[in-house]
């Protein structure tokens, strides 16, 4: 167990990086921000940020709770490297598709254009009802 106050960030950034490389499993003594007790977790690491703030974040699949964290590197006070390798599955990473902009001009072309957004209902046509129809009794 390496503790971070011992050692430069450096040097704890090397070994994260290291795991990273070699896809094996670190488990963190980290202690969020507000809270007084720390949590052990083990991780994934697949991903080191620096935010605009000039923090480093870590970003890693949880074990414990098998979904992508992020863990700031101040809060962590302790890690250990293993060698044992990823189980967890990252989820892929979604991407924003812009949607295309509503007719304004025509209300069937509205219409429709609101019903192609939901895709349950797409495949719904609009039918006039009339009184006789006895499909429609309910």
Known sequence: MRHTNQQTTTKTLADLYRSLDRRTAVTITYLKPGEAEPAVRTIEVHEI?????????????????SEERQFHLSGVLAYTTHRIAYVIDRPEPTKYIRPTP????????????????????????????IQTDAALAA
Do not use: H, W
Not at 50 to 62: E, F, H, N, Q, W
Not at 109 to 129: G, I, K, N, S, V
């Open 49 to 65: 940020r620096t935010t605009r703030a000039g923090g480093i974040v870590i970003v890693a699949m949880c074990r414990l709770r």
């Open 102 to 129: 509503a007719p304004t001009t025509d209300a069937q072309a509205l219409f429709f254009y609101e019903l192609a957004r939901d895709q349950d209902d797409a495949d719904y046509t609009p039918r006039t009802l």
